[in-house]
């Protein structure tokens, strides 16, 4: 088969790269700032037990936060995966990397899917 | 000279560490490592999540862990990656699509303009579900 021919999931990759950074740009700096900074420091209260079940239970928030786990996690693998290979000149070994790279994100989904559905 | 057959066979040489070399290359890869802190931001998430479904002593628990100093210095850096990645993405947005109104090209600026607002109001509305 020629090469110009080939199909390649790499489109449809970055496409995901693209939305995940878009909504890794939206919304983490936020919850970041709350969560990490902000709350820790006592600069805001934290929010109670009853608000955070009520909040994580609703369904909304439910998909909302699948669909930003999943999405920033691929953002993530994929950029890591070229971050990688270009820094320490490993494009050589592509094929594990970016296994190790989508493996753990699709690990990370799972375990989004599996606490936001089943846990909770 | 070299003969074609050298010419062809010919590498040039990059160090291990060529993104060192040069202040744009350094920025352009700390860039890129923005996504092993946007990872590691979403694993925290995801404890928080499991903290919640675990009880109320979990959750207390999570919230002691954030408030370690060692715990709070890493998160302040990971939000200097976050913001970078932000202020790096949402600036490649003119350049990425071509926003018309009535076949006029939008110009870059309002744009833009209206990136930041969206950033705006999605991070008002993040901040009011969880304070709230």
């Known amino acids: 088969m020629p090469a110009e021919n080939r199909t390649t999931a790499e489109p449809f990759l970055w496409l995901l790269f693209s939305a995940g950074g878009v909504v890794a740009a939206l919304a983490l700096p936020v ?7 902000a709350i820790p420091l006592g600069w805001v209260d934290a929010p109670d037990y009853p608000h955070m079940l009520a909040l994580l239970r609703n369904p909304l928030t439910r998909l909302g936060l699948l669909a930003v786990c ?19 000149r490993l494009r050589r070994h592509d094929g594990i990397i970016a296994t190790a790279c989508y493996g753990g994100a699709l690990a990370g989904i799972a375990a989004a899917a599996y606490l936001l559905f089943a846990a909770i | 000279m070299i ?12 160090p291990l560490l060529w993104w ?7 920025t352009f890869m700390l860039r890129e490592l923005s996504s ?9 998430l995801l404890f928080l999540v499991g903290a919640v479904a675990a ?18 210095v ?4 990971a939000l200097a990656f976050l913001l970078m990645h932000a202020v790096t993405f949402a600036n490649l947005t003119p350049r990425a699509m071509v926003v018309r109104v009535r076949g006029r090209k939008v110009p870059s600026r309002a744009v833009l303009a209206g990136v930041y607002l969206g950033w705006l109001v999605v991070t008002v509305f993040l901040a009011w579900l969880v304070v709230s």
């Open chain 1, 31 to 37: 919850l970041l700032v709350l969560f990490g900074v």
């Open chain 1, 70 to 88: 999943a999405l920033t996690l691929v953002h993530a693998a994929h950029r890591l995966r070229f971050t990688v290979e270009h820094a320490l």
């Open chain 2, 3 to 14: 003969s074609p057959l050298e010419a062809r066979y010919y590498r040039r040489r990059v």
């Open chain 2, 20 to 26: 060192a070399r040069r202040r744009s290359y350094l």
């Open chain 2, 36 to 44: 092993v802190f946007v990872a590691l931001f979403v694993a925290e």
């Open chain 2, 55 to 72: 009880g109320p002593s979990a959750y207390a628990r999570f919230l002691d862990t954030m408030a370690n100093p060692a715990m709070i």
């Open chain 2, 74 to 77: 890493l998160n302040v850096i």
